[in-house]
């Protein structure tokens, strides 16, 4: 039976993470729009990898149902990287939050259904979470465990209250850490773990939307201020990527890797503090 890796969201993060670790195994590479995973499997094929590619809406569950179902046909399912979502330049509150906070949780669900024994998953974050102000107990917990489709039901998500991208942004990567922490139980009694990581600013062409967006200032400040001073390339994402879902990584689970240059620990301790 051929090992199968999904791919959700079929940019540079996910095929870099994917290079790492699928070779000898069968990559299934899912994105909304079918030429985006198309363009990426054609780069994959041609450095010599077996890819096959499928349409995914991961708001959907019928969809990301199908996508299990696409994918188990191919093989065991070993890997998943959970790359997909959509940035605050990029849509509004309500859609952020639908693709990004429940569309995270319900790839976790699915695919957690039928990972195989000592597979492991990756989702992608980010250092937006880790810059939200603290959330009650309460909020975590139903940000951890509520039902999948009670999630964007809770009053304290509704759209008046929830205004801002940025925040709606931010409240899903921290749900999406929190998520995974707890879906990493029950991913453990299958044999198998998960991981996320939260990146800073990766050069792709999200983030390229965002430093010629309206925040294009402020993240260009944040970078310039940042221990390291510069953004991350795909491939560094990679590296982690491949070290929680490889075999060195084999107690590493329901874990958030912080990833940012140290943009964090600058707006806690440095120059980006407010003031």
Do not use: C
């Not at 969201?9 to 095929?15: D, L, V």
């Not at 890819?51 to 569950?61: C, F, I």
């Not at 982690?240 to 879902?245: E, I, K, Q, R």
Request: proline content about 4%; glycine content about 12%; cysteine-free.
């Amino acid at each position: 039976m051929t090992d199968v890796i999904v791919v959700i969201g079929a940019g540079s993060i996910g095929q870099a993470i994917a290079r790492r670790v699928s070779s000898g195994k069968h990559v299934l590479l899912a994105d909304l729009r079918i030429e985006n995973a198309e363009a990426a499997a054609k780069v994959l094929a041609d450095a010599g990898f077996k890819v096959s590619t499928a349409t995914v809406d991961v708001a959907s569950r019928v969809s990301v149902h199908a996508l299990v179902e696409t994918a188990a046909g191919l093989g065991d399912m070993t890997g998943v990287i959970h790359a997909a979502g959509v940035s605050p330049s990029q849509a509004s509150p309500a859609t952020i939050l639908k693709v990004d906070l429940y569309g995270t949780a319900l790839v976790l669900e699915e695919f957690g259904n039928v990972i195989a024994p000592g597979g492991a998953g990756v989702v992608i974050a980010s250092q937006s979470g880790h810059r939200l102000g603290a959330l009650s107990e309460e909020q975590n917990a139903a940000l951890a465990t509520l039902p999948v489709d009670e999630l964007l039901d809770l009053p304290w998500l509704q759209a008046d209250v929830v205004t801002d991208p940025l925040n709606a942004y931010q409240l899903s990567k921290r749900g999406n850490s929190l998520r995974v922490m707890a879906e990493a139980v029950r991913w453990g009694k299958r044999g198998a773990r998960i991981n996320t990581i939260s990146p800073g600013i990766v050069i792709t062409p999200l983030a390229r939307d965002e430093l010629t967006g309206p925040r294009g200032e402020g993240y260009r400040r944040m970078i310039e201020l940042s221990p390291v001073g510069r953004a991350a390339n795909p491939d560094e994402v990679g590296h982690v990527g491949a070290l929680l879902m490889g075999l060195e990584g084999a107690f590493i689970t329901g874990s958030d890797f912080l990833m940012d240059g140290g943009v964090t620990a600058s707006y806690r301790y440095g120059e980006l503090a407010p003031k």
